[in-house]
């Protein structure tokens, strides 16, 4: 179970992660809508992962734990998609070519098993990051 | 007697409804209910009568706690600051009245901040393409009124404007377009089969980034000349069959999101897109609408650009004269490069938005966030400001999407004591007049 994919990765606004944000970003409904990615079934089935099941995402910055989801808004095999927020923009590069816009689709990432490892709260999984958090 | 607010108008997304009708208790104090709006406006509304709202302005302790302080404490230290800092990054703007950031602006030209808006991470891109290729555009209205060929390119207005495709673009039935939904001819370019792809007569599946190879494409379809066999992975044929299609309409209409803006290529996507548009204008009427996001970020756009000249990242800090180069004044280049030295944000989040290395450096500096809500960027800021919410507890001048100006309407009352966005800025101004007077 250490299988490693490599998937392009694009971040999205979802209409779940919309109404979660203005539920409120520290709500259970933003919670559920944005610390997930999702995958195709067959990278599921690469991965040799059952859909629900944590998963470490880990780009040229960093890396975040997410849940791994099978979505109704199809895919296809090699692209994955974290909704826009915290959780996504902990793997998104800041590098703008010049434009001022980063690169929040299409940068390379590398999905792993990490079934055991708790996914964070929005506000930790930001206060980790800026050395705020306190342990 | 609960009362009920007509021709509301709904402060989240661009294409600002103004619809709704919102029933008020007696007491003008709680939202009862919403009706018209979608499932995000409708959360919006009822939000602000969700319990544990902060009302007072919360400065941050050393053990990382926050700690109420009166609306006064809370302008003076940003007001210290703001006058302190050399350059200060003033960033968000785009869920606020027009009125907001006039005087937001004068703070900005005062003590030299560095004005951008949240097209800095959405639209951006759109933007520099018009300043290069200008825009063949139109409004709403005449989508709805005229519009016969409708692609949707790199956008899902199913998620993220909800109502975008009954009122405007879809469904419903206009001047020319009587036969409403039957009437038109709906395309989907999109790496995902979208909610907005399922009412689609046709998706085109696109590999995700291609999108500047493909516009090239329908660009030399529509010309006449040879193309390779797939395009993004899309078979050639296909794309002849949609130009042909789209030179039969009588009025064509692009509409273009993020999945444009983000990709590889940026700008140079959007000012294809845009020369597809006008190549089409040779055969039938078309135009281009850039779907905005945040329900005011157009008209931050519009205020800058009537001001200085410039819609977004307008660095003012060499105070008698106004600056934009994307790349150097946008917001996350400034925080990456750590060239600002205080940030304040308003009427957004850059903490959930912003890749985490523009966050990290924005943790590090003196840092204010206005917002209603208790967000990303509030917890990581000195002090939070609660303000009252435009649109739903007080009033302002917005920009839809095809830069028609709406005015929003007050509903209910905000919280006792809560003051607004415009009077929180006069306040801070007048205080930054003060201490630069001391000087």
């Known amino acids: 179970m250490t299988n490693k994919i490599s998937l392009n990765m694009i971040t999205c606004r979802s209409i779940k992660q919309g109404v979660g944000m203005e539920a409120g970003k520290t709500s259970q409904k933003y919670f559920d809508a944005c610390s997930i990615i999702e995958m195709h079934a067959d990278d599921f089935k690469k991965l040799g992962i059952w859909k629900n099941t944590n998963v470490k995402v880990t780009s040229s910055v960093g890396s975040v734990i997410v849940k791994a989801v099978e979505t109704r808004q199809d895919l296809y095999p090699g692209l994955g998609h974290i909704p826009m927020g915290p959780w996504a923009n902990q793997i998104v590069p800041a590098y703008t070519f010049s434009t001022g816009e980063p690169c929040f689709k299409g940068f390379p990432v590398t999905v792993e098993v990490a079934m055991n490892e708790p996914i964070m709260s929005a506000v930790d999984v930001v206060k980790n990051a800026c050395g705020l958090l306190k342990k | 007697m609960p009362k009920v607010v007509t021709d509301v108008t709904c402060p989240f997304c661009g294409t600002l409804c103004d619809d709704l009708e919102v029933t008020v208790s007696d007491d003008n104090k709680k939202i009862l209910s919403v009706r ?160 907005t792809a399922r009412v689609a007569d046709e998706f085109i599946q696109i590999q995700q980034g291609y999108d500047y190879e493909l516009l090239d494409a329908f660009r030399t379809a529509a010309r006449g000349e040879a193309l390779p066999d797939t395009i993004g992975g899309v078979p050639k044929e296909k794309v002849y069959k949609i130009v042909e299609d789209l030179k039969a309409g009588r009025f064509g209409v692009i509409f273009f999101g993020m999945g444009l803006t983000h990709t590889l290529g940026r700008n140079h996507n959007i000012d294809e897109a845009i020369s597809f548009t006008r190549d089409m204008n040779d055969f039938t009427k078309f135009s281009i609408i850039a779907m905005r996001g945040h329900w005011n970020v157009t008209g931050s756009g519009q205020v800058l650009s009537w001001q200085y000249g410039f819609p977004y990242a307008v660095d003012l800090s060499r105070r008698n004269k106004a600056r934009y180069q994307t790349g150097e004044t946008t917001s996350v280049d400034l925080l990456v490069r750590n060239e600002v030295e205080a940030c304040f944000n308003i009427a957004t989040d850059p903490g959930a938005h912003f890749p985490i290395d523009a966050v990290v450096s924005m943790s590090k500096k003196p840092t204010v966030t206005v917002d209603p809500h208790i967000n990303m960027s509030t917890e990581i800021s000195d002090i939070h400001i609660p303000v009252a919410m435009v649109g739903v507890e007080t009033g302002g001048c917005a920009y839809r999407m095809d830069n028609v100006p709406i005015e929003t309407r007050k509903v209910v009352d905000a919280p006792d004591g809560m003051l607004t966005d415009v009077e929180l800025l006069t306040k801070i101004n007048e205080r930054v007049d003060q201490l630069m007077g001391a000087k």
């Not at chain 2, 409708?42 to 009166?70: A, C, M, W, Y």
């Open chain 2, 36 to 195: 018209n709006a979608c499932a995000i406006g409708s959360e919006k509304f009822n939000h602000t009568s969700l319990p544990g709202r902060v009302t007072r302005p919360r400065k941050r302790q050393p053990d990382g706690t926050f700690k109420e302080i009166t609306y006064d404490e809370a302008i003076d230290w940003t007001a210290n600051m703001l006058v302190k800092s050399k350059k200060t990054l003033m960033y968000g703007w785009a869920s606020t009245s027009c009125q907001a950031m006039s005087v937001g602006h004068e703070i900005a030209e005062k003590v030299g901040g560095v004005v951008d808006n949240c097209a800095t991470v959405c639209h951006g891109s759109s933007l520099i393409a018009i300043q290069d290729v200008g825009i063949p555009s139109c409004t709403l209205g005449e989508v709805k009124n005229r519009a016969d060929r409708v692609i949707f390119w790199g956008c899902n207005p199913a998620h993220a404007h909800p109502r975008h495709m009954s009122r405007y673009s879809i469904f419903p039935r206009g001047f020319f377009t009587v036969k409403g939904h039957k009437g038109r001819k709906i395309y989907c370019v999109d790496c995902r089969h979208t909610d």
